[in-house]
């Protein structure tokens, strides 16, 4: 509290007139801009969270008979939990827990309830879908070879050891702030005070946390997505053009040099970028759901970054308001991405689209 009131006073500090008009300017696009996107977030979240459950019913009539539909099963857990973080992060914003806990807990206990979820969940939603974007490429380049290794069992254990991984930093986390709920008997029992268990030992935990999962993580996630998607990209355009250049071989037409083989030598030499129909499909769901992965995390990788390596860049610091209204915008533009996959799968999937058709009593095409 010395450290928040010390910046408060800075901020506000007699002599510096232009800081001042500034914060206050700030304050009051905060008072006006919170309750929008919190509200958003909390009106995204009414679509997202049955569309991700509409995706993992999907996959299970189908079956889960593929790695890569195992690998988007898990995706959509994700999504969904970062859905609901997502809707947290609008309602604490809104203050539904200042009538429950004193003012000065409120903002740690909004961190257990929807920041640090919403951090943990997004970071595992960007692992997910590095490691979809990394199983296509292997698949592309090793065809024979991916099909002994990547297994739906080897699947599983990744993806069940990223889920545990990211559920149990969680926990270890947010351990150091529940035990320290107490009742308030001033408040005849209404109000909580929460205690942060400041230890060294914890302290530095969830600083590695931070760091890892603001810096490490989001930037191990992001190379890994650039350079499958640009791979798998190249590999399309390639496919392409073989498409192209087959139909005047197959109607019969030579090669310049005129030699009665030369059609079959044009073709087979092609042959190596050639992609099954089936292939191309999931590639191309799979560039479609990374472009968008890619688009959507950059304003909270960047606000993640910011944290990490700005001191001023804090909630306790001077742009304090800032620094919210900043999260709460990359909190929804990453809400989005976890929402719109099903409207991936309907318009690239053949099989996804017409399970989901019969599941409305629909008749597909």
């Known amino acids: 509290m010395d450290s928040n009131l010390s910046s408060e006073a800075n901020s506000t500090a007699p002599g510096i007139p232009g800081v001042e008009r500034g914060s206050q300017t700030m ?111 292997l698949s592309v380049v090793y065809p024979m070879k991916v099909k002994f290794i990547i297994t739906r069992r080897v699947t599983t254990v990744v993806i069940s050891a990223i889920f545990g991984c990211g559920c149990s930093l ?7 702030y529940m035990n320290g709920f107490h009742g308030d008997q001033d408040s005849n029992g209404t109000t909580l005070n929460l205690e942060l268990n400041e230890g060294l030992s914890l302290h530095g935990f969830r600083q590695f946390i931070r760091v890892s999962f603001g810096l490490v993580l989001p930037v191990l996630a992001w190379g890994t997505v650039v350079f499958c998607t640009l791979f798998l990209i190249v590999r399309l355009r390639q496919s392409t053009k073989w498409k192209r250049a087959k139909t005047p071989i197959q109607a019969g037409i030579s090669s310049p040099s005129g030699g009665p083989n030369a059609g079959r030598h044009t073709e087979e030499c092609k042959e190596s970028t050639q992609l099954p129909p ?88």
């Not at 919210?324 to 929804?332: E, H, I, K, P, S």
């Open 27 to 137: 304050e009051s696009v905060f008072v006006i801009v919170q309750p929008v996107i919190s509200w958003m977030l909390i009106g995204t979240g009414i679509v997202g969270i049955p569309a991700n459950i509409l995706i993992v019913i999907v996959f299970c009539k189908m079956g889960v008979s593929s790695p890569f539909q195992i690998s988007c099963t898990g995706l959509a857990i994700s999504d969904l939990l970062c859905v609901v973080a997502s809707v947290m992060c609008g309602a604490t914003a809104l203050g539904v827990f200042r009538h429950v806990v004193s003012e000065r807990e409120d903002q740690d206990l909004n961190n257990i309830v929807a920041g640090l979820p919403q951090i943990v969940f997004s970071r595992i939603t960007a692992l997910l879908t590095a490691w979809i974007s990394l199983e296509r490429f």
């Open 170 to 176: 969680l926990f270890v986390v947010s351990v150091g």
């Open 278 to 365: 089936k292939e191309r499909r999931i590639i191309n769901i799979v560039v479609v759901i990374a472009c968008v992965f890619l688009v959507s995390t950059l304003p909270m990788s960047a606000h993640l970054v910011a944290g990490v390596t700005l001191p001023e860049y804090s909630e306790n610091g001077r742009i304090r308001h800032l620094v919210v209204m900043n999260g709460l915008a990359c909190v929804f533009i990453s809400e989005l991405n976890s929402c719109v996959n099903i409207i991936i799968y309907a318009v690239s999937g053949n099989q996804f689209r017409s399970v989901l058709l019969r599941m409305f009593g629909f008749s597909p095409r």
